[in-house]
């Protein structure tokens, strides 16, 4: 065997190893249902790392403006930045034009900057909701990297799988012959938002002590605590 080979090999079996973990997944699961003149944004409350629980009581979802709303869950220290970042963009936005920004424009300002930061995306999953131009509740989807997908429902973060296809079957109407989707009232959707944590925070760790919902309309936002199992 030759020196080279030899030494590649050993190089292979030396134990010191050197690795680059920038992010970690805190949890936490989210869910928007949009209606003709309302939106309902809503996320857990429990904070995670592995089999730790870092807090019970910490909401996922934050108000932007008076009309727009945008829950995120994944790294918690990426949350935060972007948090950050994102209001400083809307306060300049607000002190340039003596104006609040749209909730389409707000949007779009959110996948520009998910992408600026594409070769170290924010480990972020992102759900936006809020009312538009025209009254309508409207909810928009992201990936890491900013791509955004107009929708009339989503959920996000660690019970996606979960929750997902309950949505796509009780609101979407999807893989059932013959159904036709139902109207989304306030009281459907709520009811839905609470079925689907519960049933999350039975199978998933990640998930779980509280629902905090945002209802958002042209007339203001009003908000609701629900209890979720603690265990």
């Given at each position: ?128 909701a809020g009312i538009d131009e025209e009254g309508k509740g409207v909810v928009y989807h992201y990936d890491p990297v900013g791509h955004m997908e107009k929708l009339a429902f989503s959920a996000t973060g660690a019970s996606v799988a979960q929750i997902q296809p309950l949505l796509d079957n009780q609101i979407g109407a999807l893989n059932m012959k013959d159904a036709t989707p139902p109207t989304i009232t306030k009281e459907l959707a709520r009811q839905l938002i609470h079925d689907a944590f ?34």
């Amino acid at each position: 065997m030759s020196l080279a080979v030899m030494g590649g090999a050993d190089y292979m079996r030396d134990p010191r190893k050197h690795h680059f973990h920038p992010y970690a997944d805190n949890g936490g699961t989210s869910v928007a249902i949009a209606g003709d003149d309302f939106v309902m944004i809503a996320s857990d409350t429990r904070l995670t790392r592995g089999f730790n629980i870092l807090s019970r009581d910490q909401g996922k979802v934050l108000g932007l403006t008076p009309k727009t709303m945008m829950a995120s869950s994944g790294c918690w220290a990426d949350v935060l930045t972007l948090k950050k970042v994102l209001n400083a963009r809307l306060t300049m936005y607000s002190h340039e034009h003596h104006d609040v920004m749209s909730t389409t424009a707000v949007a779009q300002l959110l996948s520009t900057m998910l992408y600026w930061r594409r070769f170290f995306p924010y480990y972020v999953s992102n759900i936006l909701a809020g009312i538009d131009e025209e009254g309508k509740g409207v909810v928009y989807h992201y990936d890491p990297v900013g791509h955004m997908e107009k929708l009339a429902f989503s959920a996000t973060g660690a019970s996606v799988a979960q929750i997902q296809p309950l949505l796509d079957n009780q609101i979407g109407a999807l893989n059932m012959k013959d159904a036709t989707p139902p109207t989304i009232t306030k009281e459907l959707a709520r009811q839905l938002i609470h079925d689907a944590f519960v049933s999350a925070a039975e199978r998933d760790i990640n998930t779980g002590d509280g629902i905090l919902i945002h209802t958002i309309t042209k007339d203001g936002r009003t908000d609701e605590k629900v209890k979720l199992r603690r265990d």
